[in-house]
Nanobody, 125 residues
Framework: QLQLVESGGGLVQPGGSMRLSCTAS????????IGWSRQAPGKGRERISC????????SYSDSVKGRFTITRDNAKNTVYLQMNSLKPEERDVYYC??????????????????WGQGTQVTVST
């Protein structure tokens, strides 16, 4: 059974950097596109980035473009989100999601329906 686990969240100062990881167990991530979303309390989930199964195609929301980078290591069954120049308003729970084929649709995988439990990122002094 597929289980996605996010890690790497915590406290970072404004302007700082952090790398999140999404690791799968019970499922070969290499066959699927993977995305990252985030959600603040009381707000909807924002789709911020996606990477194709091969890793050759990536996409980003305008809010993170130029600051965040999504990569994957299929040998480790892990997808990463490198976040730079973090802002206080980006204090959210970050989730990874797996799609049902190899490609992204906008900033989310095709058929995205399996989510991790999320990891909290707090950007504060």
């Amino acid at each position: 059974q597929l289980q996605l686990v996010e890690s790497g969240g915590g406290l970072v100062q404004p302007g700082g950097s952090m790398r999140l990881s999404c690791t799968a167990s019970g499922w070969p991530l290499r066959e699927y596109a993977i995305g990252w979303s985030r959600q603040a309390p009381g707000k909807g989930r924002e789709r911020i980035s996606c990477i194709s199964a091969s890793g050759n195609s990536t996409s980003y929301s305008d809010s993170v473009k130029g600051r965040f980078t999504i990569t994957r290591d299929n040998a480790k069954n892990t997808v990463y989100l490198q976040m730079n120049s973090l802002k206080p308003e980006e204090r959210d729970v970050y989730y990874c999601v797996i799609g049902n084929d190899t490609d992204c649709s906008g900033n989310t995988p095709h058929g995205a329906d399996k989510w991790g439990q999320g990891t909290q990122v707090t950007v504060s002094t």
